[in-house]
């Protein structure tokens, strides 16, 4: 059985604005029309700026390719999180490592946006870190490994191409509403973009 609205508001009081906003604009499209009502009203009661409802409305939304390219150039205009370079467009990639010991084998991908320079710093060293400590593993370690090398060296062309990357625009599709609700607000943009993604 769903809570009803007044279950929902009572669940829902417990929310900062920063974690009702994080629920309303990444996550809008999965929630119920009564939960999202009920947390509009909750936004509304705190007086949250007027920009977060536009990002709830542009989550609910289906995929604008012309928002989506919009957001693209928006977030790759912000300077770099890692080294504040702006000269020069941001990407994404998912940098991906293996690290092994006898028989247990650990790989991840982890998405990160940054300047060319900063990505590539990434890229070569996940590749580094997993040619040292990803082959130990036994039977995972070498393959995880190579598959690691292989992942890192295609992103890294793939940026060469200076056209957004898959994840960049992935990263845009997923976060539609909450790059809308911040786009007159660089600072939060940044901030978003330099938290795990």
Not at 101 to 130: H, N, Q
Request: include cysteine; proline fraction near 7%; aromatic fraction near 6%.
């Amino acid at each position: 059985m769903e809570p009803s609205p007044a279950e929902l508001e009572k669940i829902y009081s417990q929310y900062t604005d920063a974690e009702l906003v994080h629920i309303a604009t990444r996550s809008a499209h999965h929630l119920r029309p009564e939960a999202l009502a009920v947390i509009r009203g909750m936004l509304r009661a705190r007086n949250v700026d007027e920009a977060v409802f536009q990002g709830i409305d542009a989550a609910v939304q289906p995929v604008d390719e012309v928002r989506v390219q919009e957001q693209v150039a928006l977030i790759r205009s912000l300077p770099c999180p890692e080294c504040g370079n702006r000269s020069a467009p941001l990407n994404a990639v998912l940098a991906s490592r293996a690290i092994s010991f006898l028989v247990m084998t650990s790989y991840d991908r982890t998405p990160y946006i940054g300047c060319l320079p900063c990505l590539e710093r990434r890229c070569t060293k996940a590749t580094w870190t997993s040619a040292l400590a990803g082959w130990w593993g036994f039977p995972w370690g070498p393959v995880r490994t190579i598959q690691a090398v292989i992942q890192n060296h295609s992103q890294k062309g793939a940026l060469r191409t200076g056209l957004p990357s898959e994840t960049m625009v992935a990263f845009v599709v997923e976060n539609t509403g909450k790059i809308e609700a911040y786009k007159g607000r660089p600072q939060e943009l940044l901030t978003m973009i330099t938290a795990p993604l």
